[in-house]
C-alpha cells in the first residue's frame, strides 16, 4: 500500500537551515506531484510547496518563496524539502503527501514531522 | 492568489444531525475543490473531490455539491466518528486551504 514517512524534524534556532525527507513506497514515485503542507500547532493546513513527478517544475507559497526548495530523486522514492533562514513562523508539523495522478488534490498523506524553531 | 473561506468555524451538533459546511472562493474554481477530514494529531484524509465526487470508501452520508466560487460539505446523520475538523482546498490554481471547521459534540 502507499507509504509517505517524513523525516529530518527537530528543533532548530532561528535563521539555521533543515532538510526534511519524506521516502515514498507502494506506488511509481516517479509517476506522481509531490506536495509538502504545513501546520502550525493548533492552526490550519498551509500549502507549502509542489514538484512535478519528473522535478521539471517546482511551485512554492509565497511565505516560503526564497527561502525553502522543494526537490526529488526519483531513484531513491524520495521527495525533499531544504529549508533555510527559518524563523518561528515555520514552527510546524510539515507533512509530505501526493496527488491522485488524475486531479491535484492529495490522495495519500504521510504521518508528519515537527520542526520548531527556538532559541 | 485565490483565497478560501470556510463557515462556520466551529459547530457543535448531535449524533444524529445533519450539518453543513460553507467553503466560497474568492474567484472561479469551477470544480476544482475538496474537502478533508483531519483528527487530532492524524494527517489529513480526503473525503470529496471535484466538488461532489466521494472518494473510495468514505460513507454516503458525507456529500458536496457547488461550482464556480460557492460549495458546501453536507454530513448526514452525524455518527460519532465524524466529529474532527474538516478543509476544504482549491487546487484549481495551485493549492489553498479553507481556515477549517471543528464539529463538535453539543
Known amino acids: 500500500q502507499v507509504q509517505l514517512v517524513e523525516s529530518g524534524g527537530g528543533v532548530v534556532q532561528p535563521g539555521r537551515s533543515l532538510r526534511l525527507s519524506c521516502a515514498a513506497s507502494?506506488?511509481?514515485?516517479?509517476?506522481?506531484?509531490m506536495y509538502w503542507v504545513r501546520q502550525a500547532p493548533g492552526k490550519g493546513l498551509e500549502w507549502v510547496a509542489g514538484i512535478w513527478y519528473d522535478g521539471s517544475n517546482k511551485y512554492y507559497a509565497d511565505s516560503v518563496k526564497g527561502r525553502f526548495t522543494i526537490s526529488r530523486d526519483n531513484s531513491k522514492n524520495t521527495v525533499f524539502l531544504q529549508m533555510n533562514s527559518l524563523g518561528a513562523e515555520d514552527t510546524a508539523f510539515y507533512y509530505c503527501?501526493?496527488?491522485?495522478?488524475?486531479?491535484?488534490?492529495?490522495?495519500?498523506w504521510g504521518q508528519g514531522t515537527l520542526v520548531t524553531v527556538s532559541s | 492568489d485565490i483565497q478560501m473561506t470556510q463557515s462556520p468555524s466551529t459547530l457543535s451538533a448531535s449524533v444524529g444531525d445533519t450539518v453543513t459546511i460553507t467553503c466560497r472562493a474568492s474567484?472561479?474554481?469551477?470544480?476544482?475543490l475538496a474537502w478533508y477530514q483531519q483528527k487530532p494529531g492524524k494527517a489529513p484524509k480526503v473525503l470529496i473531490h471535484k466538488a461532489s465526487s466521494l472518494e473510495s470508501g468514505v460513507p454516503s452520508r458525507f456529500s458536496g455539491s457547488g461550482s464556480g466560487t460557492e460549495f458546501t460539505l453536507t454530513i448526514s446523520s452525524l455518527q460519532p466518528d465524524d466529529f474532527a475538523t474538516y478543509y476544504c482546498q482549491q487546487y484549481n490554481s495551485l493549492w489553498t486551504f479553507g481556515q477549517g471547521t471543528k464539529v463538535e459534540i453539543k
Open positions: 474567484q472561479s474554481i469551477s470544480s476544482w
Open positions: 507502494g506506488f511509481g514515485f516517479s509517476s506522481y506531484d
Open positions: 503527501a501526493r496527488n491522485s495522478g488524475s486531479e491535484n488534490f492529495y490522495s495519500y
